[in-house]
């Protein structure tokens, strides 16, 4: 598996105290790596340690396997980037700052700034002022500016922010479609997990400074499936029934509460009621659980302080 | 680098530039023409041609050295005040070089606005007075032809003198800072100690010279301070 962007040990500390601390980051080449944290949890300023505007304090970066420093240019050709929110000559018209965007990057190809216009949606806008754009169209065109020079690897922090439902599932289809179909990688940060989970590979969880989680989604999908909460009096008997009279196995009886978890899915909630009223057990509750991965990664940024 | 100085003038507005340099002579000139409201107390000062070239040099000076500190808050300081010089040290391009390049629009843009509107002004002026002479003093135009090295010499300190207020302006990308502090180096170098216009700390030519060279200290400065900083 080659990796297109690795950090080891990456630290930044301000005035002695770290921001970000000891970051190992695999991001593989042509995934979407989503890269979740609360706000302030350091993840631009990893974002722009990577993009050669912040100096780190402590280890490195590897990108397209090599070494990043603050000389890397042909490294930093090859990257295309939105960090905080993006960033225009507000007076120039849209197509003038895409211009001047390719002079600075050595990029001439003409054909590129009408394609990445379309790509993002935005046309009839070419001659415009930046200034008269609304943050929606703004991020479109900082999209559109950062996949011009056809990067191996987009940066987008926060890239959905201030958008509308329309525009984010929009959004998410050109992720998907530019990960798919031009095999761009895409880091792209976010502090709401709904809107990187349907596209991301692989999660890197931030919180204070530190990773602390980094797995593919298909693992952390498997990890949380739903089951059925059994509330019940006698759960001794119903655990019978469970297993001789429904063949079930794949449940867990958590005694203090008078609790059964059920995992198994082939059976609907009214086939269970029927076979505990037959049985004469009474049951205070039966519900369907669905630990969904909101909760899960809420607990793990948010949830706290106690078990840090 | 010269890719990048290209750059930056295609960035500014050439334009409203262009049209201010013109502005300026134009009210130089105005200025100058009211003299000839009172042509004997002006004579009393003006006494020689010299006398009048350096009125027009202290004039084009003061307003070249200003609006370079204008100059100096649209490509610099509002740059790192809207944030878009994020934008240019994202690119594979050399921080240094990116700022020199800044710089050095400015320097130069100086330098030939001085040394041009010293010779539209004075050129000008002396055409007027030989039609309608609003001032007695008789201006040849070989006079500027005399003085071509001490004119050369006063743009390239005007040049280093304009890139001064970048100092006070970066501390905390202000506007105001960077325009107040190019008018009171203009304030304390030409305003008059003695009577008449010859005596001033401009017409001592080594101030304008050291002023010029700590413009350009202060231009390194600058630049290798923000190259190290992060953003």
């Known amino acids: 598996m080659t990796y ?103 990029y001439y190809n003409k054909k590129a700034i009408p394609e990445a216009l379309k790509l993002v949606n935005l046309v009839n806008i070419e001659e415009k002022p930046v200034k008269e754009f609304s943050l929606g169209m703004k991020q479109r065109l900082g999209i559109a500016r950062a996949i011009i020079t056809k990067p191996d690897l987009l940066i987008l922090d926060e890239p959905v922010n201030g958008l509308d439902p329309v525009g984010m599932h929009e959004l998410r289809d050109l992720f998907l479609k530019l990960s798919r179909q031009y095999g761009i990688t895409l880091l792209i940060s976010s502090h709401i997990l709904g809107e990187i989970e349907q596209i991301a590979d692989t999660i890197g969880v931030i919180r204070e400074g530190k990773l602390i989680e980094e797995a593919s989604m298909d693992k952390i999908r498997s990890k949380h499936t739903d089951h059925t909460e059994l509330f019940v009096t006698n759960y001794s008997k119903a655990a019978f029934v469970l297993e001789n009279e429904l063949k079930l196995v794949n449940f867990r009886v958590i005694e203090k509460e008078g609790l059964i978890k059920i995992y198994d899915h082939h059976l609907s909630q009214n086939d269970i009621i029927q076979a505990m009223v037959r049985n004469e057990i009474e049951i205070g509750a039966i519900k369907k659980k669905n630990q969904s991965l909101e909760e899960y990664f809420l607990q793990r940024i948010g949830g706290g302080n106690n078990h840090a | 680098m010269l890719n ?126 030989n039609m309608y002479a609003p001032i007695t003093v008789p201006l040849p135009t070989d006079l500027l032809a005399d003085k071509i090295i001490h004119l050369i010499v006063t743009a390239v300190a005007c040049a280093g003198m304009s890139l001064i207020p970048l100092f006070f302006g970066m501390i905390k990308y202000s506007v105001p800072a960077t325009i107040t502090s190019s008018i009171l180096i203009i304030a304390i170098l030409s305003s008059s100690f003695e009577s008449g216009i010859g005596a001033n700390l401009f017409s001592y030519t080594i101030i304008p010279i050291m002023l010029g060279i700590i413009g350009f200290v202060v231009a390194n400065l600058v630049i290798s301070r923000v190259v190290k900083r992060d953003f």
């Open chain 1, 4 to 106: 297109i962007l690795r950090t080891y040990q990456l630290t930044k500390a301000y005035k002695k105290e770290e921001v970000v601390s000891d970051i190992n980051m695999n991001v593989r080449r042509g995934e979407i790596y989503g890269f979740l944290g609360p706000n302030g949890a350091g993840k631009t300023t990893i974002m722009k340690m990577i993009t050669n505007l912040v100096n780190p304090t402590g280890g490195e970066i590897e990108v397209l396997g090599e070494k990043l420093h603050s000389t890397s240019y042909e490294l930093l050709k090859r990257m295309g980037s939105i960090i905080e929110y993006p960033i225009f000559y507000e007076k120039l018209s849209a197509k003038k700052n895409l211009e001047l965007h390719c002079e600075y990057m050595g």
């Open chain 2, 4 to 129: 990048l100085i290209k750059l930056e003038i295609r960035r500014m507005n050439s334009g409203s530039v262009l049209l201010n340099f013109m502005l300026i002579n134009v009210g130089i000139i105005g200025i100058l023409l009211l003299l000839g409201l009172d042509s004997e107390a002006a004579t009393e000062f003006l006494a020689s041609p010299e006398d009048v070239m350096r009125l027009i040099e202290l004039l084009v000076v003061a307003a070249f050295v200003i609006n370079a500190s204008v100059l100096l808050s649209n490509l610099i300081i509002e740059e790192f005040k809207n944030k878009t010089i994020l934008v240019l040290f994202m690119y594979p391009i050399n921080r240094k070089k990116l700022l020199l390049a800044k710089v050095l629009v400015i320097s130069m843009l100086t330098f030939l606005f001085v040394i041009m509107s010293e010779i539209i002004v004075f050129s000008s002026f002396s055409a007027i007075n």
